[in-house]
């Protein structure tokens, strides 16, 4: 069992998602709005931006979900027995993001919970920095590059919303060329 993260959409190699599970991670806001969306009853999403990078790699990928600490819980129960998952973290402008990181480690910490994985270096950093800061996530991500610049242009109720933890069932996953839930 093999969890790897991957720091940015532009990192992908095809042969790190091959015929593996893909978790791809745009905490602040492109995955917490597409689970925002199919909670409030949208029956498709055609994927943009850092998230289109990602999926573009289905070809190779097993099946491709989107994850954001709104469905955490969630995207872990539905992936928590497959053998080799592969976690995306989009990053912003092509560097990496600490809001996607942190809830990579998260989604880790979830995992190994119930059975002991072997994780790549980057999915042990993200790992370590979600377990030292998981009772106070808003006080780390809020000094991060991405969250800064959301604030000051006025959308600090996204970013409220976007770190909070486990409050949607929904989990997107990528079929046919769009975003569906999971059934």
């Given at each position: 069992?093999?969890?790897?993260v ?21 905490v ?12 409030n009853?949208a ?42 998952i ?88 990528y079929k ?8």
């Open positions: 069992m093999n969890i790897t991957i720091p940015t959409a532009k990192d992908i190699n095809e042969s790190d998602i091959k015929d593996k599970i893909v978790l791809v991670i745009d602040l806001r492109a995955t917490s709005t597409i689970v925002t969306a199919l909670d009853g029956k498709k999403i055609l994927p943009v931006l850092n998230v289109q990078e990602a999926i573009d790699y289905k070809k190779s990928a097993k099946k491709i979900i989107l994850l954001s600490f709104l469905n955490l819980n969630s995207a872990s129960k539905i992936v928590e027995y497959e053998e080799d592969v976690i995306v973290c989009a990053g912003t402008n092509d560097c990496f993001s600490i809001d996607d990181g942190v809830c990579a480690g998260a989604l880790i910490y979830n995992l190994r919970k119930n059975n002991m994985r072997k994780v790549n270096d980057m999915g042990l950093a993200c790992l370590t920095l979600y377990e030292n800061t998981r009772h106070n996530l808003h006080n780390l991500i809020s000094q991060c590059h991405h969250y800064k610049i959301l604030e000051n242009i006025g959308c600090q109720s996204d970013l409220e919303y976007c770190l909070k933890q486990n409050i949607l069932n929904i989990v997107p996953i046919d060329g769009y975003i569906i839930k999971y059934q």
